[in-house]
């Protein structure tokens, strides 16, 4: 069964705090907008990596693709 945008959004809750999370998708590929104050100081790929991280096998078993903006609180506010 694919899972659902709801789904990946708990799946990134549990595993990151998050300020914001938008999760939209098609059981497939997906979108997200994640604000978390644990990207203070990372550059891109560091933030990827955090949320990959919370996600951790369902990255290589359920998500076939997720696309994502990492922010901070301040630049989610900007």
Known sequence: MLPTPEQIKQYIETGLAC????????????????????????????????????LGERMKA???ALSMKTLTPAEWRA
């Open 19 to 54: 300020e914001h999370i938008e999760v939209e998708g098609d059981g497939q590929h997906f979108y997200a907008t994640i604000v978390s104050s644990a990207f203070e100081g990372k550059r891109l790929i560091q933030r990827h990596q955090l949320v990959y991280g919370a």
């Open 62 to 64: 359920e998500i076939h």
